[in-house]
């Protein structure tokens, strides 16, 4: 059974014209859908199939516009937990939801807005969303229109949202991943206070060099950066060309900078000079990528700092103006995310700080 017809078997006959998508005919036979590329706004890094899109990095969200009292959200995910927004405020929470049509009904009879976030880090899985389905009597509308302005955030747990809505830093396994939301990050809420959209590419434990307790010393994040399906070597995501971030933050160095384990290679100040070289590498394989209109944010964060500081200095030595350093305090968190990770409190402390200083860049915003 395709995603439609298992759609269709779920939600029944939607009406159809003018922008609206089309589900079935009078005669009950399939007719021609909109993709769901066509049908959704979406920035994420996504594996384009036609009926249903991939994806893998937490925070990918799916906005789209229906007419009527319902909607059906189609997914196929076992792995991550989803939210589920319908004019700006969330109506369902689905934890692993596996295969499924996943139904929102009772709605006020009308034209609604409708989004759904992926909240967690799934590095191991690929997810697969099929798009939204109208109830009986009602209709799909034409997408919303993209945002303006666009950020990229690179990093780690932090970036992510480790554990931010647990309220204790004593958390299982299982408690983690039902308590991270990237949604409420401070990635997506200072996007959010800057009316822009966004991609959180983040991967929690993995550093520039080096991972967390010296993990898996064979890969780093910058293994898995040029992906869209992180379970899938060699993946390469296709930028679809309307990707054109004014601004990439970076924060990656909290893993690299955990406590040596004996037996490692390591030492401080190999660690440190390794850690700022392969920095400077990255910032200029992203001028590369991104040319030189986008702001290159790097976050200088606890033990990190320096090196951070030291690395923006080289680029701007170097000729590279957009390279910016910023500094992540520490003041007025408390740190009761999961394992010691920042918390939802946190979060909106840090992008209240954040906001300004990007909205002060020179991105021509």
């Known amino acids: 059974m395709t995603f439609r017809d298992r759609d269709l078997k779920a939600g029944g006959t939607a009406t159809t014209g003018g922008d609206e998508v089309a589900h079935r005919d009078g005669a009950s036979q399939l007719v021609p859908v909109k993709s769901v590329l066509e049908q959704v706004h979406t920035v994420g890094r996504v594996k384009d199939l036609g009926e249903t899109v991939q994806f893998s990095w937490p925070g990918v969200y799916f906005e789209g516009r229906f007419r009527g009292t319902g909607l059906g959200v189609v997914l196929d995910c076992a792995a991550a937990d989803y939210d589920v927004q319908v004019d700006g405020a969330t109506v369902a929470t689905l934890v692993t939801p596996g295969d499924t049509t996943h139904w929102i009904n009772g709605l006020r009879d009308g034209e609604h807005t409708v989004r759904v976030v992926k909240r967690n880090d799934t590095p191991g899985d690929t997810s697969t969303f099929g798009g939204f389905v109208a109830a009986p009597g009602g209709a799909l509308l034409g997408k919303p229109a993209p945002r303006n302005r666009q950020i990229e955030f690179i990093g780690d747990s932090l970036t992510v949202g480790y554990g931010n809505v647990s309220g204790t830093v004593d958390c299982n396994p299982e408690e983690v991943k039902r308590n ?57 995501w296709q930028n679809p060309g309307t990707w054109r971030p004014q601004i990439v933050v970076v924060n990656l160095g909290s893993n690299d900078f955990s406590d040596l384990t004996p037996g490692e290679q390591w030492t401080p100040d190999s660690l440190a000079a390794a850690y700022r070289t392969a920095y400077v590498e990255f910032l200029q394989e992203l001028r590369t990528r991104y040319g030189a209109g986008t702001a290159l944010v790097a976050v200088g964060f606890d033990r990190n700092t320096e090196q951070v500081r030291q690395v923006v200095e080289a680029r701007n030595d170097a000729g590279d103006s957009g390279v910016h350093y910023w500094l992540l305090d520490q003041s007025g968190l408390d740190f009761l995310g999961c394992d010691g990770h920042t918390s939802a409190h946190d979060d909106r402390v840090i992008a209240d700080r954040l906001a300004p200083f990007l909205g002060s860049l020179p991105t021509g915003w």
């Not at 997506?188 to 991967?203: M, V």
């Open 180 to 236: 991270t939301n990237a949604d409420v990050s401070h990635s997506a809420l200072t996007a959010q206070q800057l009316d822009a959209d966004y991609q959180i590419n983040g991967l929690s434990g993995l550093g520039m060099v080096r991972n967390v307790a010296g993990i898996c010393p064979d890969i780093t994040y910058r293994t898995y950066y040029d992906r869209a399906l992180l379970n899938v070597d060699g993946d390469v």
